[in-house]
């Protein structure tokens, strides 16, 4: 059986709040983010020796300038004054430390997808906590390892909810594969490594038939009799998310529960691709 599923209603295509300019709100603007995190680096790693220091630098500089354009991007649900709690400066302290070292591969734009939820008018003191959580266990993760827990959030925990017949699940299947598709066929260490960050719990003993479940459960609404019908429909009219569940159901996404860390990270890198989404819908 599937766990507590929630509608997510997304349009195939980004949704993106443009706003031009220095935004600034109450608190700090959005040069001044960038600034703070330049200090981060000049705290945290004061010691390095010339090489390493100006490829930390471009690191940092690159995130910098992604997190200053994803917070203009947001900028009609965040509240930048927010930036001046201690809370939210330790969060992007442990991002820049994070890109810092690892440049791409602490992938960034997840980072700076979870700080500007982390300042977002939606915040609560949980959702706030899991949020600066996964700060700090995204550089644990390499990108396929985020993809796997993408594909298990996407699949499990997602609906793609009022469409008028299962040929439109075909877009969502095709930006699905992108995100999800370098999580393919991962070996068993590689998801327990998962399991030891803390962003998911892996018992191989659980197991069930993914198309039936969402056939029964998710995309009941569609009116199919029955499993054979429903991969048939999929395979000629969705056939892109026919190959996502074929997937899913080859990876026994059942095994897989993420934790509330897990699913904020998994939400950030699919926001990434599908649009914002609501974080409250799950981290409650």
Known sequence: ????????SASAGAVAIQAGGNVSYHGLSVAEVRELCG??????????????????QQHVESFAAGLEAKLVNDAATIVLNKFAEPDVQATINDAVQASARKGQGASPQILASLISERVSISSTDYKDIVLSEA?????????????????????????????????????????????????????????????????????????????????????????????PSFKSALQSQAPSFYALLEQADKENVFAINL??????????????????????????
Not at 1 to 8: A, F, I, W, Y
Not at 39 to 56: G, T
């Open 135 to 227: 700060v700090k266990v995204v550089p644990r993760l390499t990108a396929q390892q985020i993809a796997l827990i993408s594909l298990v959030q996407f699949v499990k925990s997602i609906t793609i909810s009022n469409q008028p017949g299962i040929s439109a699940l075909e877009p969502f299947g095709r930006v699905a594969l992108t995100f999800s598709g370098a999580g393919f066929n991962l070996s068993e260490s590689q998801k327990q490594h998962i399991q030891y960050s803390g962003a998911c719990s892996v018992n191989q003993l659980v197991g069930g038939d993914i198309f039936d479940a969402l056939r029964s459960g998710s995309y009941a609404y569609f009116g199919v009799p029955d499993t």
């Open 259 to 284: 934790t509330s860390v897990g699913q904020a990270i998994a939400i950030a890198n699919i926001s990434n691709y599908l649009g914002k989404m609501d974080y409250g819908i799950w981290l409650k």
């Open 39 to 56: 200090l981060f680096l000049r705290n945290n790693f004061p010691e390095l020796r010339e090489e390493a220091k100006r490829a930390a």
């Open 1 to 8: 059986m599937l766990g507590n599923k929630q509608d997510q």
